[in-house]
């Protein structure tokens, strides 16, 4: 079966650093996406890993190991407007996004 | 319009009822999706469509029904609501239906009762 594992929820400090662990299985694999998801608001684009290593993109990192089925999102330099839930997604052999249930990180003062 | 929106915004719906959400995009994406998100479950997919004039069932497609007659619409019917319908609904477009990101319409929110 496909299935996509990700904590339920993350406590972090303002202006520390957070990673959030996702690890996959799903029918083939053509990629993994992480998306963020303030609260009541649509999931909006992070990043996307199909290769090993590690993707950098301001304060945010996706790392991906194909071998390991694991990825990894990091956040650095947290700020208040990071609090939000994180959707970890796997593209599958047919194209299609599995979904993880989503990391709620709750960023304290 | 600029990127996707759906209408309506939020519903409540008593059971039994037919209803249609709808989403139109002006990016002129091929692909579009809807899903439906519940508490303490990832997104589920129920219907997507690779370009217009062809839809294809997702995960969980049972009561549920799409049409797909130009780019742009991709309206997603209910043909007799039931209350485990009752969900947050997406719906989502991207260039097309391979490696591409998707971006999302602002949601609907369903109660059927």
């Known amino acids: 079966g496909q299935n996509i594992d990700q904590p339920t929820e993350m406590t972090a400090t303002e202006g520390a650093i957070v990673q959030i662990n996702c690890t996959y299985q799903?029918?083939?694999?053509?990629?993994l996406f992480w998306y963020q998801q303030h609260a009541g608001e649509a999931p909006t684009f992070l990043s996307y890993?199909?290769l090993d290593g590690l993707e950098e993109k301001g304060r945010f990192s996706s790392f991906l190991s194909r071998s390991k089925g694991y990825s990894y999102l990091l956040l650095k330099e947290l700020q208040m407007k990071d609090s939000a839930s994180y959707l970890c997604?796997?593209?599958?052999?047919?194209?299609?996004?599995?979904w993880g249930a989503g990391t709620k990180l709750i960023i304290k003062p | 319009i600029a990127g996707i929106t759906q209408a309506p915004t939020s519903q409540i719906l008593a059971a039994g009822r037919r209803m249609t959400l709808r989403c139109t995009q002006d990016?002129?994406?091929?692909?579009m999706y809807w899903y439906r998100q519940d508490l303490g479950l990832g997104l589920r997919l129920i219907h997507y469509?690779?370009?217009?004039?062809?839809?294809g069932k997702g995960e969980v497609p049972d009561g549920y029904s799409v049409s797909r007659a130009n780019t742009d619409d991709f309206p997603l019917t209910l043909a007799s609501a039931v209350p485990s319908q009752t969900s947050v609904y997406f719906c989502?477009?991207?260039?097309?239906?391979?490696?591409?990101?998707?971006?999302f319409g602002p949601g609907t929110r369903l109660t059927v009762l």
């Open positions: 469509s690779n370009t217009a004039g062809t839809t």
């Open positions: 990016m002129r994406h091929n692909a």
């Open positions: 799903t029918s083939g694999f053509n990629g």
């Open positions: 997604a796997g593209l599958d052999s047919n194209y299609q996004l599995i």
């Open positions: 890993n199909v």
């Open positions: 989502a477009s991207s260039p097309d239906s391979s490696y591409n990101e998707q971006f």
